[in-house]
Nanobody
Framework: QVQLVESGGGLVQAGGSLRLSCVASERTFTSYAMGWFRQAPGKEREFVAVINWNGDDTYYADSVKGRFTVSRDNAKNTMYLQMNSLKPEDTAVYYC????????????????WGQGTQVTVSS
């Protein structure tokens, strides 16, 4: 099973930016859809952004559209999440995940998860 390691989280002021990275352990990464999810305290895990296997199709939650950008570099087995204009409500643990389907999937089943990285946005 592919191993996923996130990095890039931290503390930032509202209006600031962060870039998250997710490195996968296997070359099969290149055939998987990849996604970013987040979970705030007391809330369910939610989709943030999803990208298909070759990067030509993406999905964004309404709450992050226009502020976040998901991308991937298959040569480096790496996915990114550029987060701009951050808001306090973006505070959460952000998880990288992979799905065996190479296409965009918006169900919670079938994903393999990383350990998560904390993002905290202060007001």
């Amino acid at each position: 099973q592919v191993q996923l390691v996130e990095s890039g989280g931290g503390l930032v002021q509202a209006g600031g930016s962060l870039r998250l990275s997710c490195v996968a352990s296997e070359r099969t990464f290149t055939s998987y859809a990849m996604g970013w999810f987040r979970q705030a305290p007391g809330k369910e895990r939610e989709f943030v952004a999803v990208i298909n296997w070759n990067g030509d199709d993406t999905y964004y939650a309404d709450s992050v559209k226009g502020r976040f950008t998901v991308s991937r570099d298959n040569a480096k087995n790496t996915m990114y999440l550029q987060m701009n204009s951050l808001k306090p409500e973006d505070t959460a643990v952000y998880y990288c995940a992979s799905h065996w389907s190479g296409s965009i999937v918006l169900v919670h089943s079938g994903w393999a998860w990383g350990q998560g990285t904390q993002v905290t946005v202060s007001s």
